[in-house]
């Protein structure tokens, strides 16, 4: 068991992966992979969510930080915490994940733009291969006005 298997995988850079839900068997890699933090966007799902992924986490010796953001109401207060939490992230790798990594790709993609100098092709070529082919027009509404308030 790796955390590449984690559903909708990405490794960004050394320090930091994304990815859809994990199970109990891929957060378990991840510690034992050098992951230090996890980082959950989705909300709690019992159909979805481990039953205590917080509790997994802590348990594995890495911290948790979990920022539910709802599926049909994106917020950019809900982008603030996250860049919070992001720019405050201590040594070492990080997991950052939600269902299916579309809320997490979204997040990172601006995030980038804001404080790693990502353009806006830069951003979509990120987000394209979990978004591709997909229609969440709350979400592209979403994306688009970040970015203008990022050129601001």
Not at 10 to 32: F, H, K, M
Not at 86 to 99: N, R, Y
Request: aromatic content about 14%; glycine content about 6%.
């Amino acid at each position: 068991m790796s955390t590449q298997e984690i559903y909708n995988y990405r490794r960004v850079n050394d320090q930091i992966s994304t990815g859809g839900q994990p199970s109990e068997e891929q957060l378990r890699a991840a510690a034992a992979e050098g992951f230090r933090t996890v980082i959950n966007l989705a909300t709690i799902n019992p159909r979805y969510s481990l039953k205590d992924e917080a509790g997994l986490v802590w348990s594995l010796d890495m911290t948790y930080h979990h920022i539910p953001v709802e599926w049909e109401y994106p917020q950019e207060s809900d982008f603030a915490a996250f860049e919070a939490v992001v720019q405050d992230l201590p040594e070492g790798k990080t997991l950052i994940h939600c269902a299916a990594n579309f809320r997490v790709t979204a997040f990172y993609s601006l995030y980038a733009m804001k404080h790693l100098g990502w353009s806006e092709a830069q951003a979509a070529e990120f987000r394209a291969p979990i978004w591709e082919g997909s229609d969440y027009p709350i979400w592209g509404e979403f994306i688009g006005d970040m970015q203008l308030k990022l050129k601001r």
